[in-house]
């Protein structure tokens, strides 16, 4: 048997270790931060934008399909999106702080004790964390694709025609406010400190990332963990059989537990993604944000255009 290629096992061993090494990194330098006495609330935003270059030059460097590191005029929409999406969030931040105290002043009377185990070690609690979030995310973003009404603000995010870094922002600002009440809200209410929540975000914000990269690697075993890469390109098929799988926002767990998670290993994930029979859908930002209002118009001119 002819000894493995150099390149072959280099690449292989890129392919397995990028997507831990940079959620190791992330965490590890968030925390760092935080010991060295950063406030927990400004930590997420700097691992974020420093992971961001990094995955766009690995899409240059690592392709899954090359033909998506070029521009499908969506550049300046997502680009936009990514302002949007951060700017409504910060801006729903009080509100959705007011309520999770309201609520978790509520459950902690109910309870008669705290409601959250802070005395656990951090990463402990930055694991509990992200199985109660994202059970409420599971279900916000599942009944976003089940809803009709729903699925027509959600629909801004299905339709990209390409799955690629920046697109890991492409949502409506109503679908915003909405992912906040079902993913921040409960972590709040159950009174779970800062630094955790802070470190929940930056392992959301990094599989995020990762969901959507244009980036060949390999999941392995943590394909039962994680909903990145090749479990979420299915997830933006044009076919709604595949597209309504996948769920999870950064993790894959709840999928498994209520039958959604969908991984064939006989085929790769579609090279074309977007919303089937919606050839008119709007590209620019502007048109994009009231495309939820004009839906029937939409359709029928995609049906003119067949």
Known sequence: MPPASPIWSARELARKAVFPLFLVGALAGAWAAIERGVAPAVVVLPVYFLCMPLV??????????????????????????MASTWGVGALASPLFTVLAVAVGGWLSRAGDAGLWPSHWPVLAQVALAAVVAEFFDYWGHRILHESRWLWRVHSIHHSALRVYWLNATRTHPGEVLIRGLFGAIPLGALGVGEPVIALWAVAGRVAGLFQHANIDFAL???????????????????????????YGNSFIFWDAVFGTRYLPRDREPPALVGLDGMQAFPTRWTAQLVAPFRWRRIQRESTRRD
């Not at 899409?59 to 070029?70: A, G, S």
């Not at 990145?228 to 933006?236: A, D, F, M």
Request: charged residues 25%.
């Open 220 to 246: 392995g075993p943590l394909s039962w963990v994680f909903s990145v890469g090749e479990l979420h390109r299915w997830h933006h098929s044009t076919r709604p059989a595949e597209a309504n799988t996948n």
């Open 56 to 81: 766009a030059l690995l899409e240059r460097l690592l392709p899954y399909r090359r033909e998506w590191n070029h521009s499908r005029r969506d550049l300046a929409a997502d680009a936009t999106y």
